[in-house]
T-cell receptor
């Protein structure tokens, strides 16, 4: 059973370009979460999505960042017009979904390291 | 979600038990305690979670005090591969506004030495 997959593992972009990060959740998982880890800092929640819906985007920067999780295919985190401050590790996690009061732990992918030159 | 407090770093000898404490004095009755760890540059790994009873799995044990204001993660026989940052997280209830996301603090850097 494959785990959460993220690609690319490393991405280099020049300032002003667009970055697209992909996340394929574990089989059977319908909930996806994105987190960012800036150099020497902790993990920060960005956005929580279910299929075709954004549930919580309280951690997303207001501009240039967007996320989607279409009915078919991987979840995409898109960063437009990247700046040097966007350089970070971006982690995706998935879970089966909420089920009453049972809790579903989040399974994390290996991350995408974004470097903005 | 309730705030958690952990020591910034701890050391442990290989083969000995590692006991990682966490304070969560403002935890509410329907909040769970979760533990994750992050081995250098990898994605976080789920370890264990609990509500009020002590829990054990193949990785670790979780001891939660009766008043639920603190907990301890126990790695019974630490190995060099257990060197990582360990995060104690209190997570909101399903349906609440904070449900879903994990709020990571600074965690405890556990170093297991030979």
């Amino acid at each position: 059973n494959a785990g959460v997959m993220q690609n690319p593992r490393h991405l280099v972009r020049r300032r002003g370009q667009e970055a697209r990060l992909r996340c394929s959740p574990m089989k059977g998982h319908s909930h996806v979460y994105w987190y960012r880890q800036l150099p020497e800092e902790g993990l920060k929640f960005m956005v929580y999505l279910q299929k075709e819906n954004i549930i919580d985007e309280s951690g997303m920067p207001k501009e240039r960042f967007s996320a989607e999780f279409p009915k078919e295919g991987p979840s995409i985190l898109r960063i437009q017009q990247v700046v040097r401050g966007d350089s970070a590790a971006y982690f995706c996690a998935s879970s089966p979904g909420a089920s009453g009061v049972s809790y579903n732990e989040q399974f994390f992918g290996p991350g995408t390291r974004l470097t903005v030159l | 979600d309730a705030k958690t407090t952990q020591p910034p770093s701890m050391d442990c000898a290989e083969g000995r038990a590692a006991n990682l404490p966490c304070n969560h004095s403002t935890i509410s009755g329907n909040e769970y305690v979760y533990w994750y760890r992050q081995i250098h540059s990898q994605g976080p790994q789920y370890i264990i979670h609990g509500l009020k009873n002590n829990e054990t799995n193949e990785m670790a044990s979780l001891i939660i005090t009766e008043d639920r204001k603190s907990s301890t993660l126990i790695l019974p026989h630490a190995t060099l591969r257990d060197t990582a940052v360990y995060y104690c997280i209190v997570r909101g209830n399903a349906g609440g506004t904070s449900y879903g996301k994990l709020t990571f603090g600074q965690g405890t850097i556990l170093t297991v030495h030979p």
